[in-house]
């Protein structure tokens, strides 16, 4: 398995970062995770925008341009030989003296990890998954901006532990105002009344990339959308719930703590259209840069 570090394909077991750079010391850095369909990169151009997005919002200095980010993932994935498969691609600060100034750091360290995608269980999408609601709250958007998809984890990892104490897949955090916000790696979506309902940007969430398709979707599909704040009185009395991200596409939940939910008709609708859209994104990719699938 090789991996692309800085400007070069090295062997998994060599590709080595020293304990001086700055995201081990600090977790600062940023990265995003992409999902790779019969070998196009769905949605490639979104999550790069998203990846400069965040960089200028810690003052990053990506070392690459977009399309030589482009080139590195498909050079990556082409020496892994993977064509279905998830692109880990992390831009950290750089080694650097210990001390949080980010000028010391010279050199950022470029990473894109590629592994073979192993699908969720089928019985995910059609029996549901659980969920908790955590106890730890969603960061304060005014002191850490969710639209930066950064290294910095802990806030997510101290809901995740919950979760595994639930022996549940998933936590929703709530903000500090008690209203939804999102999951460790998640957006969440709810149906009450036929509407279709997500936490606004507001909340103080990440505006997940499948969110935001998901919307596009739903809408198309002559599905009302409401983004607001939402109590989790109001998750718990809901019709449906399905959560969302680049991996899971829209995946049902059938328990949050101790309400149980159907699979229903809106999750299904748009677990379904979501994939047909990846199926059209994929063909029409291959169709405008026919050379790389050859
Ligand atoms: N996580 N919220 C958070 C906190 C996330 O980390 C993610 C993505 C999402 C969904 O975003 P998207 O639809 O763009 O994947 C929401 C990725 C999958 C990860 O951490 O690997």
């Given at each position: 398995m090789f991996v692309y570090l800085n400007n070069k394909l090295v062997l998994a077991s060599e590709a080595k970062v020293s304990v001086f750079d700055h995201g081990f010391l600090y977790g600062d850095g940023i990265y995003e995770t992409m999902r790779v369909y019969d070998g196009v990169v769905f949605m490639l151009d979104e999550h790069i925008q998203r990846l400069f997005r965040s960089a200028s919002f810690i003052g990053l200095?990506?070392?690459?341009?977009i399309s030589d980010i482009k080139i590195a993932i498909y050079e990556t994935l082409q020496a892994n030989k993977l064509t279905n498969a998830y692109v880990r691609l992390t831009v950290s600060r750089?080694?650097?003296?210990?001390?949080?100034?980010?000028?010391?750091?010279?050199e950022p360290t470029f990473v894109i990890m590629t592994n073979e995608f192993k699908s969720y269980p089928k019985s995910y999408y059609e029996d549901g998954i659980k969920l908790i609601i955590a106890n730890v709250r969603r960061n304060l958007k005014e002191a850490?901006?969710?639209?930066?998809?950064?290294?910095?984890f802990l806030n997510n990892i101290l809901a995740k532990i919950e979760a595994k104490q639930a022996d549940v897949y998933e936590a929703i955090m709530l903000n500090v105002e008690g209203f939804i916000a999102e999951g460790t790696i998640i957006n969440i979506f709810f149906v009450k009344d036929g509407i279709l309902c997500t936490p606004s940007l507001e909340c103080g969430i990440l505006d997940g990339i499948t969110r935001a398709l998901v919307i596009d979707l739903a809408v198309r599909n002559g599905i009302e959308v409401r983004e607001g704040e939402f109590t989790k009185d109001e998750l718990y009395n809901a019709s449906e719930v399905f959560i969302t991200n680049t991996t899971m596409e829209v995946m049902p939940v059938c328990r949050v703590d101790d309400k149980g939910f159907k699979v229903g008709e809106v999750s299904r609708l748009l677990l379904k259209k979501y994939r047909q859209e990846v199926t059209g994104y994929v063909y029409e990719k291959k169709g405008e840069h026919p050379s790389i699938w050859e």
């Open positions: 200095d990506i070392p690459k341009n750089g080694e650097g003296p210990i001390g949080l100034d980010p000028d010391f750091c010279k850490l901006n969710p639209q930066i998809k950064s290294l910095n």
